[in-house]
């Protein structure tokens, strides 16, 4: 992916009539001097480029789910969610803002998962539905998840398209990083 430079004294590509200097190119400037959190919080104001997920979620009842929103700097907001929808809901998640491209790409090669594009909407249902699935065994999302939920915009309501758990039920698998004797006791 590359991104072509705008020349200033050209018509905003935002399509407003004005010259690029004196419109969209204030809000880049803005952007660029912005910290990473607070660019996050207010991420649903920025479009969704694009949402991708690993293409074994169904198999494995776990996804890795990567939202990545367009800053007007030609830069991105990238979250990533691990969602366990078989228990656990949403087991690990990240975030970055202010980020080229490039570093997505980086971070997309060393999950080592196959990735194929997802719709954000449905993006959004498996994450959501997950960690609400998951809080009725009395399970929290990561801790992180204050910090990249505003990606997912979760006070809009969602689409429930998934089915969690296996006919219903939490199906616990554990992983390398799972407390197993503080999730076997809630379960029971």
Known sequence: MTIQKINPYLPCPCGSGRKYKFC????????????????????ATYPVDKCLVSDSWKERGLATLFIIRQLPNSKFIVGV????????????TFCH?????????DKIVRSHVHLVPIDYEDARSMILGGIEFA???HFDPHPDWKDSQPIVEPERPFVHKYKFGMNGKPMFIPGPHDDMATITSKLR
């Open 24 to 43: 969209c190119y204030v809000n880049r400037q803005e952007v660029n001097n912005e910290d990473s959190l607070s660019l996050i919080k207010k991420s």
């Open 81 to 92: 969610y691990l969602v366990d929808l078989l228990c656990l809901g949403v087991k690990d």
């Open 97 to 105: 803002a202010n980020v080229p491209y490039t570093v997505i790409e």
């Open 135 to 137: 809080r009725q065994y």
